[in-house]
């Protein structure tokens, strides 16, 4: 699964590096600069520049496999963690000098509130009590026991979030790259009224629900009833009023369905409510209004608990470590 992962990743590298270039190549990647950027536009130059930001890309990855075999929690996680916790010293001054003290402290009492709730949400979680029937197994006796499968309100993550914004993101660059010097068609006129700025409310309401459509899908695909019922039958686990087994598979499908719905709204509502407020202060749908965005806040919320998590972790192995010695 590793090796796939990787092969996916720099596909894309290689997709999106291709897409930059070009748009550089035509004067377009940066706005109100519309002079080619490149030095070489030649054919040989432009899949060197490619080839470069592919392994630039395939360096980052490598990194982000290092921090996670031999350092805490997940590298990639832990390196999109720190860009974007790098970017907020700036960006808030930025607002400072741009929109002054009050409007300042309007977004930072904001961002506390939205990081206190992702933090609750985060944190909530279906606990289902499981229990373990007696077995004798030689002379010993196992079994016995109570436990719980917690099921998380967010059991998805954020990946929902990202699916939506790149798949978002495709028709845009698609339009960009087949833009006409003389006249834009009509459907990159709708592309580009409707499907580039955030804060416009096809956008949001597109934006908000392929994330609720990608939450439900993604946690189809990673979180199996049955297996995890055949789980349980197999170590002798059973959930109490539930007979092992297909019952029990289905009362897990009934509960993670209903707790994926608020799960959804929950991320839809995080993401789009910077695009909201962008529009309603006025930022026209740039990024002078918010330090960070729905998905830079789910980020550095998940990472960090995450972080934590694995700290205290670690110094519980320590201090078990210690007593055993």
Not at 169 to 188: E, F, G, I, K, M
Not at 312 to 319: A, F, G
């Amino acid at each position: 699964m590793t090796q796939y992962t990787r092969y996916l990743s720099i596909a894309l590298a290689i997709l999106q590096a291709t897409g930059l270039v070009a748009l550089a190549a035509r004067g377009q990647l940066l706005r109100g600069c519309p002079q080619d950027i490149l030095a070489d536009t030649s054919i040989f130059g432009m899949i060197i520049i490619v080839l470069v930001m592919t392994a630039g890309a395939a360096l980052v990855m490598w990194f982000g496999e290092q921090i996670t075999e031999r350092g805490i929690g997940n590298g990639m996680s832990l390196l999109i963690f720190a860009g974007i916790a790098a970017r907020i010293p700036s960006e808030g001054k930025q607002i400072l000098d741009s929109k002054g003290g009050l409007i300042f402290g309007l977004v930072c009492v904001a961002a506390f509130v939205v990081i206190v709730g992702v933090i609750f949400v985060e944190q909530g979680q279906r606990r289902i009590p499981v229990q373990y029937a007696k077995r004798v197994v030689g002379r010993k006796m196992y079994g016995g026991s109570s436990t719980y499968l917690p099921l998380k309100v967010n059991q998805a993550g954020v990946i929902p979030v990202i699916f939506a914004s790149s798949l978002l993101y495709l028709p845009n660059l698609v339009a960009q790259l087949t833009q006409s010097t003389n006249s834009d068609s009509w459907w990159q006129k709708i592309i580009q009224k409707y499907l580039v700025n955030p804060g416009n409310p096809v956008y949001v309401v597109i934006y908000f629900a392929l994330i609720v459509f990608f939450t439900y899908f993604y946690v189809a695909i990673t979180f199996n009833p049955e297996e995890r019922a055949d789980e349980m039958k197999k170590f002798g686990g059973f959930i109490p009023g539930y007979r092992p087994g297909k019952p029990t598979a289905d009362y897990l499908n009934y509960v993670l369905s209903r707790i994926t719905l608020p799960g959804s709204i929950y991320l839809g509502a995080v993401a789009v409510l910077p695009n909201l407020l962008l529009h309603i202060g006025g930022g026209g749908g740039g990024s002078n209004f918010l330090p960070f965005g729905g998905t830079s806040v789910l980020i550095v919320v998940s990472v960090g608990l995450d972080t934590v998590k694995q700290i205290e972790s670690q110094l519980m192995n320590r201090n078990y470590e210690g007593f055993l010695k």
